[in-house]
């Protein structure tokens, strides 16, 4: 079984986890992102550019495993506001498809209590396939 570590160019160093993984058969499995940029900087505190940031980097990510955002199966969300994620859809969705485009892969979405990163108000992760 072959894996890679996807590791995009330019950005810090993951600590405690790899950014992307990809395993024997080109499924890529993309760790938890949030909404900053390549420096571990948050780019907002608002609430749907941490989600159009964080859905970049989940591309970003899965560009350096030779994929698109057509290649995505699976997306997990989490949430800290339930209100704020029902009120906006409209920006959501809107923010959603200037970077994923039209690509609906199977998604589940938590409401969690905090994350790991103080001011972060979502982390989605990813799993994607590649046809070799």
């Known amino acids: 079984m072959s894996i890679d570590i996807l590791q995009p160019q330019g950005w810090a160093p993951a600590k405690g986890y790899a950014n992307g993984v990809a395993a024997e058969g080109r499924q890529v499995f993309i760790a938890g992102q949030i909404g900053w940029n390549e ?4 780019v907002s505190d608002d609430f749907i550019a941490q989600v159009e940031q964080a859905l970049r980097n989940i591309v970003a990510v899965l560009k350096e495993a030779g994929g ?5 199966v699976r997306l997990t969300w989490y949430l800290t506001d ?3 994620y029902l009120s906006r859809q409209k920006e959501l969705g809107e923010a959603y ?8 892969p199977a998604m589940s ?3 969690v209590m905090a994350l790991i990163e103080d001011r972060a108000k979502v982390e989605i992760e990813a799993t994607a396939v590649i046809p070799r």
Do not use: I, Q, S, W
């Open 82 to 84: 339930k209100r704020e």
């Open 39 to 42: 420096k571990c900087e948050l």
């Open 68 to 72: 698109g955002p057509e290649h995505l």
């Open 97 to 104: 498809r200037r970077v994923v485009g039209k690509n609906f």
């Open 109 to 111: 979405a938590f409401v």
